[in-house]
Each structure stands twice: as structure tokens, then as C-alpha cells.
């Protein structure tokens, strides 16, 4: 946020008065409190600067023209491989200046497709575009990033580098035919594990040597694998500026659904994200600067959305946030994670803002989630999360520095300046998981106008040193800890 509304902030959050019982506890220190009428000002500061993100994102726009991908040979057959109609079509489109590169009603069969500047990629209603499975079609490899660490890998299903004007749009269907016989046997044991396990096509084959050439700062020209198993994200627009995707539904992807990494002014609007194989993440922005994601669906088999930017050495060696991103009126089913931050957060996360946004599923199992830990590390600070209704979900608000290798490193996380304010949970088995280190205990974090209308429990609360707490109930009751 502005200098000069941090300060607006922070001098609110200072303010104390009588009112709620105060935190303390084993590990946790005396939390501050201050009116309501304090609170509802800073909130009302604080979001001014989400509508200032919004306004600032530079929109796409693309000429009105048309290049249909069956006037370049495409066709709507079982067995007719369609690739060489659309790349066609786009080389077409790009060369006349851009538009529109349409696909019509529907099922057309394709490998990858590279977007290029000024081209939208248009899927009309009923059009389904059907990715083949075979990895040999997904090569030459390409610049991408996996889990935050940058490769020369797979290209990812629909792909750009370094192009600006770009959008995939309409009413259709991507499907990323992921299964489980194709793609996601990679992934090796995974909750029950609904395939047989191969350990010479584990992920793990490509995944620790990978990580390993990442600390060790080998070039990323060099990473280069003759054996991967590491599965391609669905859409991933890499450095590229000004995007767009909107009203799709994208289906079983291999891996993470959308994925702009190093991108500016990226939009997602309206895409319905339906995929529960692993690392099925519906929409996972890395290190981008202005992002809008509203109006979507996502029903997932990992983390709904979830914030990144970059992995330990890779992530510290790019040193690029993800920064300025709203967003709202979101739908979530099933997931690992509603709204979440890392655990690829090496990067540091800054001025994130979430609301409106409806949350519930059985196989819900958190609703915010901030996920990392003293390898990775990260700077996670001004985050605001406001208007989110959770009906179920097993952990409503998680905090944790133990994720995976937890306090094995020496790059603290921090988070500054978290704020959560008119939260209602209507159903959860833990209302808190929130873990700091001893050395490193979490702080700066606000909750206003909190309720958790059926909690099991309150959870774990380990190492909190600061929480600021207003109107904050628990089964019917003010928070008393």
C-alpha cells in the first residue's frame, strides 16, 4: 500500500480500548484490541487500495477479426490430430496484426498451443479443444517453471513467452484429459494412491535433481532433463504482459490449471476450474505484478488458488514478488486451500486483497491458508481478506512455517500486516492452525468481525506473538482463550 496509507493503518491498529478478552497463552503473547468504530475506519483505508489495483491493471484489446481454425484444416473428428490447423491460424492472425482465433462447435483434438501477441484465442459455446496425453508431443522443451523453479521442460498445454495482448476466452471446454492412466500416474503416492505406482516414472526421478541444480545456481539452459516427469501446468503465460482468460472451463490437467508466472496486468475472469488430480491448483500467479481474479469457480484437487514466487534459491535468485492482486466475488468447492500463500513464496508476497468470496465443501480442508517455512522463507505483508463466507471446511484460518521441511533453514518467514475482517464459518472441525517458531513467532496479524458460528475446536495456536482482535465469537461466545 502507499506510505501514507500504511501509516493510516498501522496508526488505527494501534488504537486500544476496552472491549474483548485478550489472547494469551502457552507460546502466544497479550493480542491488542480497539473499538469497533476504530476498525470498521482502518478497513475502510485499508480497501481503498484494492480499487486502486483494479483500476490500474491495463486491459487487453484485440482487432475484429476472425480466423476460424477449420478455414486452416482443422476438424472436428475422433481420430484428427488438429495442431497443425491452429498453429496455423494463429501465425495467421498474429501476422495481420491480431484477433480473434476462433474454435466452433465442437471437439477438435490438439497438442500444444503457443499464443502469440494480439491473438485471442476464442472457444465458442460447445467447442471442446482436447489435449492429447503423449509427453513426445509437448517437446521441444521450453522456458517454463515447475513448483517455483525455473527448467527447460515440457511446454505447457497452452503456452507463451514474452508476448503481449494475449487471451484465451469464451464459453467452451479445455480438456487436459489427465487421468488416472495419463499424467498423473507421475505424481507417485498421493492419497490413496488410485494407480499402480511405477517408481521409474516418479516425479521424484526429475524433481530432486531439479531442486538440486536450482541450489546449486546451475543456468537454467541447463536444466535440461532426457528423462521428465515433471507434468506440465495447463495455461502458463511467462513474461508476457497484458492477459486474459475468461469464461472457459478447464478440465483434468495435469498439473496446475493457470499458471501466469512473471506476467503484468494479468485478468482471470469468469473460468470455471474443474480438475481433482493431483497439484490440481485451479489458478496459481507467480511473482506477478497487478492481477484480477473474480467471478470464477473452482472445485480442485489442491489448493483453489494460491499465491506464489519461487522456491528457496530459484525463488531468491529472481527476487520478484507476487504483488498487487485482488480477489473476489470467487466461488470455492474442494481443495486443499481457499485462499492461499506459498508455499513457492522465496519471492515474497505483497498487497493482497480478497473478498466477497464463498467457501464450502466437505473436502474443504482449509479456508485461508498461508503455507511456508524457513527454507523457503519470503516476506508476506499486506494482506487483507474481507467478506468471506465459509459453510465447511475442516481448518478455517492456517498459519504454518512447518510445512514440508520446516525450521530447517535459515531464511525466516515473516508476515506483516494480515488482516481478516468480516469472516463468518458456519461449520469447522478447527477454527486456528496457526504455527510460528519460537524464533520466529508469527505477528502482525488482525481479525475483525470474526465468527465462527460451529468450531469443534478452537486448534492449535503455537508462537503468536501479536494478534489484534475485535468482535471476534466462537460458538456463540466472545474468543476467550
Known amino acids: 500500500m502507499t506510505d501514507t496509507l500504511k501509516r493510516q493503518h498501522l496508526k488505527t491498529l494501534s488504537l486500544a480500548s476496552a472491549g474483548l478478552s485478550l489472547w494469551s497463552l502457552n507460546g502466544c503473547s497479550t493480542a491488542s484490541v480497539m473499538s469497533i468504530a476504530d476498525s470498521d475506519a482502518a478497513d475502510n483505508i485499508l480497501w481503498q487500495q484494492a480499487d486502486n489495483i483494479i483500476a490500474s491493471i491495463a486491459p487487453t484489446q484485440f482487432a475484429k477479426r476472425d480466423f476460424v481454425i477449420t478455414a486452416y484444416g482443422a476438424k472436428a473428428q475422433p481420430n484428427y490430430d488438429s495442431s497443425a490447423a491452429i498453429t496455423a491460424a494463429i501465425a495467421a492472425c498474429a501476422e495481420a496484426g491480431g484477433g480473434r482465433v476462433v474454435v466452433p462447435a465442437g471437439r477438435f483434438n490438439t497438442g500444444p498451443v503457443h499464443l502469440k501477441s494480439n491473438v485471442n484465442l476464442h472457444l465458442q459455446k460447445d467447442a471442446v479443444l482436447s489435449f492429447y496425453t503423449e509427453p513426445e508431443r509437448y517437446l521441444p522443451a521450453v522456458h517454463t517453471r515447475w513448483e517455483g523453479v525455473e527448467l527447460m521442460g515440457y511446454s505447457p498445454l497452452i503456452y507463451a513467452f514474452e508476448q503481449e495482448n494475449i487471451a484465451v476466452t469464451g464459453e467452451g471446454i479445455l480438456e487436459g484429459n489427465g487421468s488416472n492412466t495419463q499424467w498423473w500416474p507421475w505424481k507417485g503416492k498421493w492419497k490413496h494412491t488410485p494407480w499402480q505406482l511405477d517408481a521409474a516414472t516418479d516425479q521424484s526421478n526429475t524433481r530432486d535433481p531439479l531442486f538440486a541444480m536450482a541450489e546449486q545456481g546451475v543456468p537454467v539452459a541447463q536444466r535440461v532433463f532426457e528423462q521428465n516427469y515433471l507434468r506440465p501446468p495447463f495455461i502458463q503465460p511467462y513474461r508476457c504482459k497484458r492477459v486474459l482468460i475468461e469464461g472457459v472451463t478447464i478440465r483434468n490437467s495435469p498439473f ?216 471476534v465469537t466462537l460458538n456463540g461466545s466472545a474468543l476467550t482463550l
Not at 496459481?284 to 480442485?300: A, H
Not at 489442491?302 to 466461488?331: F, H, M
Not at 486483497?353 to 491458508?369: E, H, K, N, T, V
Not at 463468518?424 to 519460537?438: N, P, Q
Request: proline share 3%; aromatic share 4%.
Open 256 to 471: 496446475w490449471l493457470i499458471n501466469p508466472v512473471l506476467s503484468d496486468d494479468v485478468i482471470v475472469r469468469g473460468v470455471n476450474c474443474v480438475s481433482f488430480g493431483p497439484n490440481s491448483d485451479g489458478c496459481d500467479p507467480e511473482s506477478c505484478n497487478r492481477v484480477l481474479i473474480e467471478n470464477c469457480l473452482f472445485d480442485t484437487g489442491d489448493d483453489c488458488i494460491a499465491l506464489k514466487s519461487g522456491r528457496n534459491n530459484d525463488g531468491r535468485r529472481l527476487a520478484t514478488p507476487i504483488q498487487n492482486v485482488v480477489i473476489q466475488d470467487c466461488v470455492m468447492r474442494a481443495g486443499h486451500g481457499g485462499v492461499v500463500l506459498g508455499s513457492e513464496i522465496s519471492g515474497g508476497a505483497r498487497n493482497i486483497f480478497a473478498r466477497r468470496c464463498r467457501m464450502s465443501s466437505p473436502d474443504l480442508q482449509r479456508g485461508i491458508r498461508i503455507k511456508t517455512n524457513s527454507v523457503r522463507g519470503g516476506l508476506i505483508e499486506n494482506i487483507a481478506i474481507r467478506d468471506i463466507d465459509i459453510g465447511e471446511v475442516k481448518d478455517a484460518i492456517v498459519i504454518n512455517f512447518f510445512y514440508e521441511e520446516g525450521d530447517a533453514g535459515s531464511h525466516l518467514p515473516q508476515v506483516k500486516d494480515l488482516h481478516i475482517s468480516h469472516l463468518t464459518v458456519h461449520k469447522a472441525e478447527r477454527a486456528f492452525l496457526l504455527r510460528g517458531f519460537e524464533r520466529a513467532p508469527i505477528s502482525g496479524v488482525s481479525l475483525h468481525h470474526v465468527e465462527f458460528k460451529q468450531a469443534a475446536s478452537v486448534g492449535v495456536l503455537e508462537n503468536v506473538a501479536q494478534i489484534d482482535q475485535v468482535d
